[in-house]
């Protein structure tokens, strides 16, 4: 089985930009959470999604976003960049959701300058 | 919310000695504990996991352990190898603040040939 695979893996922007980050999960796997890692805070949680809806959320600003597909993959937007959004974002999924083991893909590695 | 914190933050131990991670909750509805290892490059991957009503958990050289009552659970690493060398991380789910996994900032592990 492919595990979560991610892209791209590399993004740089400048501040005010906007990106779109992507995930595809476990086959059969229905929930996708995202997680942003950083150096000093570690992991944050952003947003699970589950069946197309998001399901939780984070407490990060709306500028920060996501959405599933009827495939169970997903995306998350940030708009209006900022330097400290510069972080590794890591996408998991897991067959129902939270309780259950995550499988995490490498990451999206995201500079902003 | 939940809060997690982790220590030590480094960690080194000559290879066959063992290695002890620990980790505090302060949620007393928590009640799945995970415990992910991550390569330089690669996403988390969930090497043990526990959940409240175990106490203690075995995987070959891989042990985790949970006090309910101290809210506190640990990572045992035995006979340890330069291949056990990484980040590892702790977590713990919050059912009452929406169901989200809260991570420890994490324990860099080296093994020393």
């Known amino acids: 089985k492919a595990g979560v695979t991610q892209t791209p893996r590399y993004l740089i922007k400048t501040r005010g930009q906007q990106v779109t980050l992507s995930c595809s999960p476990i086959s059969g796997h229905r929930s996708v959470s995202w997680y942003q890692q950083t150096p000093g805070q570690g992991l944050q949680f952003l947003f699970e999604y589950f069946s197309e809806t998001q399901r939780n959320k984070g407490n990060f600003p709306g500028r920060f976003s996501g959405r599933q597909f009827s495939n169970s993959r997903s995306e998350m937007n940030v708009s209006t960049l900022e330097l400290g959004d510069s972080a590794l974002y890591l996408c998991?999924?897991?067959?129902?959701?939270?309780?259950?083991?995550?499988?995490f893909g490498s990451g999206t590695q995201l500079s902003v300058l | 919310g939940e809060n997690v914190e982790q220590h030590p933050s480094t960690l080194s131990v000559q290879e066959g000695d063992s290695a002890v991670i620990k980790c505090t909750y302060s949620d007393s509805a928590s009640n799945y504990f995970p415990w992910y290892k991550q390569e330089l490059g690669k996403g988390p991957q969930l090497i043990i996991d526990?959940?409240?009503?175990?106490g203690e958990k075995k995987d070959q050289r891989i042990a985790v352990t949970l006090n309910k009552t101290a809210k506190h659970f640990s990572l045992h690493i035995t006979e340890t190898q330069p291949e056990d060398s990484a980040v590892y991380f702790c977590?713990?789910?919050?059912?009452?603040?929406?169901?989200?996994?809260?991570f420890g900032t994490g324990t860099s592990l080296t093994v020393i040939p």
């Open positions: 526990i959940r409240s009503n175990v």
């Open positions: 977590a713990a789910l919050g059912w009452s603040t929406g169901n989200q996994f809260y």
């Open positions: 998991a999924s897991s067959p129902l959701g939270p309780n259950e083991k995550l499988f």
